[in-house]
């Protein structure tokens, strides 16, 4: 192999790992902000009431809106709940299970939305912003909402900045793959993160 490739491979190589670091740095970051935000929003507002997270400064409205933050509140015990749920089923019929016996989950909450954990994605972190209506808080949206998820090969998305959508789209795309039509049966019964209700 001549110098001259060697170089050419070598930039491409650095070239490849620049491109994936901003997105490596976001997912630590993500899980930095998905676990701080809301215990520092708890500390801040409930114990010591410094004011940070409730400053006028940083927020939608002054003063707050009662109702917006009641419904941020159910929003955000509809999302844990449907966490909760979700992840249980998922650890008891897919993860305990070796990859050869594994099925298409149609069991709980699968059986009407595909992605009842997505679902919980979006609603946890909008209840929270709708409870403390501060900007801050749309910090916490973005790192439930955008991926950078190594299993996204299916789209050519491996170590790119992803949407929650197109997250799910290429998930998708891997499970037809795999399931082949049964998978588009299920797809046909079923809502994407809402359920369907069709007239049969």
Sequence with gaps: MTNARKEELESKRLEKSMVGLAPKIWRVASDIIIITLPI??????????IGIFYSPYLSFFNPYDSYLQIAGLIISLV??????????TVT????????????ILKTGLFAYIRHPLYLSFILV??????????YLCILLFA??????????????????????????????????K???????????????LLPRFRKK
């Design 125 to 134: 972190p909008l209840g929270i912003l709708l409870m403390s209506l501060n």
């Design 178 to 192: 795999i399931y082949g039509k049964n998978y588009e049966e299920y797809m046909k019964k079923t809502g994407r």
């Design 79 to 88: 999302g844990i709940i449907i966490m909760t749920i979700a992840e249980r």
């Design 92 to 103: 008891e019929h897919v993860y305990a299970k070796a990859a050869t016996e594994r099925k």
């Design 40 to 49: 520092l929003l708890v500390i801040d507002g409930i114990v010591l009431k």
């Design 143 to 176: 790192a439930f909402t955008v991926f950078t998820d190594s299993d996204l090969r299916e789209c050519g998305r491996e170590g790119k900045f992803t949407f929650i959508t197109t997250s799910i789209g290429c998930e998708e795309k891997g499970l037809i």
